[in-house]
């Protein structure tokens, strides 16, 4: 009898117990989920709220922009890009010179070495010591000639073979100028079969193609130098969109291989005439230039701005599309142990920076809605 009390004593033991733990869970939950009242207004206890880190606001007033989606790269003018190459082919004496390397406008790049530079060199010197007898027998047929002591052809003959030679040293003078040679040092009889090459502009080497060594012809690319003092963007827009842009309109860019950071541009030029992959060049000057680090050629994703115009607005995460109908929850009432919202649904108008444009706005000005929560309790897709 005795043991049978104690097995009745245990049960109602473990009874009480589990209906405890049943209360705890319950409680827990009831602090989790969200209650619907009958009148289809959604509940929420200020506990549930704050633990779902709900929050309530209302509309804004927000800029919508228009824009055209376009991408292209970092360039510069063409006046300060050079490539660096021989008047006359040689053979490259010396380069000492690495990409990266800033450079400035008439420093020395590289020495070519030829034995044409010799010869031309003793062609100038040639033609020159011509010139003094070309010139006083041209002087004395001219006297000769007005004094009728001569014949006109004699004349004639002396100024065509001055005037050739006179062409020839001009020409040849021209010459080593090209190639930086002092036609004062070779008349003092400084022949030299080196040339150096001199940079055109200040910039920094973006390429070197050649070695010690390496022949270069006439018109071979030897390096290239580029000053980025002046960079500027080139957008590719499609014919589609070209109607929109003008002249002046704002353009944030983006690097994306780079940096996350916008940046922002103006066009400036607009392409008169469609490439053959049916796009228009478009060119942007950079709004704060002196503050950019960027290398020329790199690619550029870029929004060109044709409108703008404010509107009311909500944040993307207080509305739940629902069989593709925009829905919120309206604040219908606040008591002292939590809130009362109504579903509604509202007309969006464009999205931007995590906004949606509202465009019945006005039925809902002094209303506030559960900003951040609203999936939780709606659902959606």
């Known amino acids: ?32 989920e ?24 209302s509309l804004e007033e927000k800029e919508f922009l228009t824009v055209v989606k376009t991408t292209g790269m970092i360039d510069v003018p063409p006046e300060n890009k050079s490539i660096i190459n021989a008047m006359m082919g040689g053979y490259i004496k010396t380069t000492p010179l690495l990409v990266g390397e800033r450079v400035k406008k008439g420093q020395q790049l590289v020495t070519l070495e030829n034995p044409e530079f010799i010869t031309l060199q003793q062609n100038y010197l040639e033609v020159k010591e011509q010139l003094s007898y070309l010139k006083a027998e041209f002087d004395r047929q001219k006297t000769m000639v007005e004094e009728k002591i001569t014949s006109q052809k004699n004349y004639l003959k002396a100024a065509s073979e001055y005037n050739t030679a006179m062409a020839r040293f001009s020409g040849l ?33 973006t390429k070197v193609n050649v070695a ?9 690319p030897i390096m290239e130098i580029i000053d980025n003092e002046h960079i500027h963007i080139e957008l ?16 944030r860019f983006t690097i994306p291989e780079a940096s996350e950071q916008t940046f922002e541009a103006e066009v400036y030029l607009i392409g008169a005439a469609i490439e053959n992959n049916r796009t228009v060049n478009v060119h942007g000057h950079l709004k704060n230039e002196s503050e950019a680090n960027f290398l020329v050629g790199m690619f550029v994703q870029a929004d060109i701005i044709t409108s703008s115009r404010s509107k009311m607005a909500l944040p993307e995460t207080a509305i739940v599309t629902i069989d593709e109908i925009d829905t919120a929850l309206q604040l219908n009432k606040t008591d002292e142990n939590g809130y009362y919202f109504t579903p509604v649904n509202l007309q969006s108008d464009g999205a931007n920076n995590g906004f949606i444009a509202i465009s019945d706005a006005q039925e809902f000005e002094a209303s506030k809605f559960l900003t951040n929560g609203a999936f939780k309790l709606l659902g959606g897709n």
């Open 34 to 57: 969200i209650a619907t009242t009958t009148d289809n207004r959604i509940y929420v206890t200020k506990a549930q709220f704050e633990h779902n880190e709900m929050t309530l606001g």
């Open 173 to 205: 003078k021209k010459q080593l100028s090209l190639l930086n040679i002092s036609a004062s040092e070779v008349e003092k009889g400084n022949i030299t079969s080196i040339v150096a090459i001199y940079s055109p502009i200040s910039g920094s080497i």
């Open 212 to 220: 010690r060594g390496t022949f270069v012809a006439p018109g071979t």
């Open 1 to 32: 009898m005795r043991q049978i009390s104690s097995i009745i004593t245990f049960i109602t033991l473990l009874f009480l117990i589990n209906a405890c733990g049943s209360k705890e869970a319950k409680d827990t939950t009831t602090e989790n």
């Open 236 to 251: 590719s827009v499609f014919e589609k969109d070209i109607m929109q842009l003008k002249k002046g309109q704002k353009i």
